[in-house]
């Protein structure tokens, strides 16, 4: 189990309004700062609630620092320059980290209330419970039908019923049924790229999970199976909370509904995209939108 502490000492936060340059406009990060209310925030229920929380690989801080609430039932995107944090801040919430041996976690993350991170929890279940979309479709080497069921089949469920609603329940939420309902027996990888994209997540939500986090999604793609994942996703919210990492700053204006900007390992600006993207209360977050730098 990874390392825990307490949080980082650092500091208060300061901000800087110069408008000279990136190194000044940042010059004030680095530092945890207190959790700032988010205008239409207050009123959503959380799925997670981030305190402090900064991730360490050895001698290297990735991030630090981090105060946030990842609201439930709603697309939630991370955006920012290459290494700013993003997959890290992402696979922190599923303890994937864990898998990294130099990984430590300091601060606390609780979902739906309960620390993830805390003695005895059940790392298996957490990951049942928040399911990950990796960048690029990991179809298994099974057919359609093994692909989805394969979730199921490890929590021990062997009923063909039951594993054929499920399968047909979760095809259907990833739009995926109508056009693989003749092809279940079928190799997952003879699928479209797109394709593989959708039966991976509808994998992912066989299990039922509460949270579905997404990294990259979209950016091995063409814009044709890019619209229906997204598409995807905006239904999905419906049942599930999301959380996306994106270079894509039209992507994460399209589906989400609050977006965080992080840079160097630090949440610079979190509210809602509309907000974020046309009016942001940072100077570094409108540099960084408007193409300036990253």
Not at 142 to 167: C, F, H, M, P, W
Not at 176 to 187: A, G, M, N, T
Request: hydrophobic letters at 40%; a negative charge; one cysteine or more.
């Amino acid at each position: 189990m990874s390392e825990r502490e307490a949080g980082l000492n650092a500091a208060p936060r300061t901000t800087t309004q110069e408008p000279a340059g990136t190194r000044n406009l940042l010059a004030g990060l680095g530092t945890p700062v207190e959790r700032t209310p988010v205008p239409g925030l207050q009123a959503e229920a959380a799925a997670f609630e981030l305190d402090d929380v900064g991730v360490q690989y050895g001698d290297v801080t990735a991030l630090k620092g981090v105060n946030l609430t990842i609201p439930r039932n709603r697309i939630t995107a991370f955006i920012g320059p290459s290494g700013c944090g993003k997959s890290t801040l992402l696979r922190s919430l599923n303890r994937m980290n864990d898998l990294v041996d130099s990984a430590r976690l300091l601060g606390e993350i609780r979902l739906e209330g309960e620390d993830i991170y805390a003695p005895g929890v059940d790392v298996v279940e957490l990951r049942r419970r928040v399911g990950m979309v990796f960048q690029k479709p990991n179809p298994f080497p099974k057919t359609v039908y093994e692909n989805v069921a394969y979730g199921l089949r490890i929590q021990g469920v062997r009923r063909a019923s039951v594993l054929d609603e499920a399968v047909e329940r979760s095809l259907t939420q990833a739009a995926l049924w109508d056009e693989v309902k003749d092809r279940l027996d079928k190799p997952a990888v003879e699928l479209s790229g797109g394709q593989q994209q959708r039966l991976v997540i509808a994998r992912a939500i066989a299990i039922e999970p509460e949270v579905i986090l997404l990294d990259e999604p979209c950016s091995a793609l063409d814009p044709l199976s890019t619209a229906k994942v997204e598409s995807l996703m905006y239904e999905l919210k419906a049942d599930f909370t999301l959380v996306i990492v994106t270079h894509n700053m039209q992507q994460a204006s399209r589906v989400s509904d609050y977006t965080a900007f992080l840079y160097l390992g630090e949440l610079v600006e979190m509210g809602p995209t509309d907000q974020i993207f046309l009016k942001p209360g940072e100077q570094a977050t409108e540099d960084y939108i408007t193409g300036r730098f990253g």
